[in-house]
């Protein structure tokens, strides 16, 4: 098993990528990993939620500064994730097959389910804690193209509902939301 597939198999397993996934809060993670990137609002007409990056894992946050969703962009052949022990940033090359990546589930005993397929791709989905993670095979290079025989990962999106805390007054600005 590679690196990325063990990484993206826990990642289904538990939704959590070592101390970021949906649910953590803001400020912990910058306590753990440092600054992320901060991108742009989602939608333009309000200030939250935000986009923050670490590696290239993009990040979801809410203005009470929970992460909502975690997306794992794999279709640039590599992986930037913090590791596990040293939480600095890690590359490993990304190439994951459906075939490799549900046996990898099986291995680390993932519950895991088909989601539904579109054209020219398919869905492998696992919840954890109301948490759902979804992980999408590409099945065709392209519109004429015949079927792929292994389908391979394009990129992986969890994504969980909350009950917003009340807001703090640290929360109330556009910053990590740390005292
Ligand atoms: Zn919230």
């Known amino acids: 098993m590679t690196a990325s597939t063990r990484i993206l198999a826990e990642f289904a397993r538990t939704a959590r990528i070592g101390p970021i996934g949906c649910g953590a809060a803001l400020p912990e993670l910058v306590a753990a990993l440092g600054r992320p990137f901060v991108g ?26 929970l992460v909502v969703q975690v997306i794992v962009p794999v279709w640039h052949g590599e992986i930037e994730v913090p590791d596990a022990r040293t939480h600095a940033m890690v590359s490993h090359p ?6 490799q990546f549900t046996a ?11 989601g539904r397929d579109l054209p020219g791709q398919c869905t492998v989905e696992s919840e954890v804690d109301g948490i759902r993670t979804g ?17 391979v990962l394009n990129k992986a999106v969890s994504s969980a509902f909350h009950d917003c805390p009340p807001l703090t007054p640290d929360q109330e600005g556009d910053d990590f939301g740390v005292a």
Do not use: K
Request: proline content about 8%; aromatic content about 16%; glycine content about 6%.
């Open 40 to 65: 742009d609002p989602v939608d333009s007409t309000s200030r939250w939620p935000r986009w923050f990056g670490y590696g290239n894992l993009q990040l979801v946050v809410c203005q009470c500064r």
């Open 94 to 99: 990304s190439e994951v097959t459906y075939s």
């Open 104 to 114: 990898a589930l099986d291995a680390v005993g993932c519950d895991w389910r088909r």
């Open 135 to 151: 992980f999408v095979f590409v099945t065709t290079e392209g519109y004429d193209e015949p079927p792929l025989a292994d389908p």
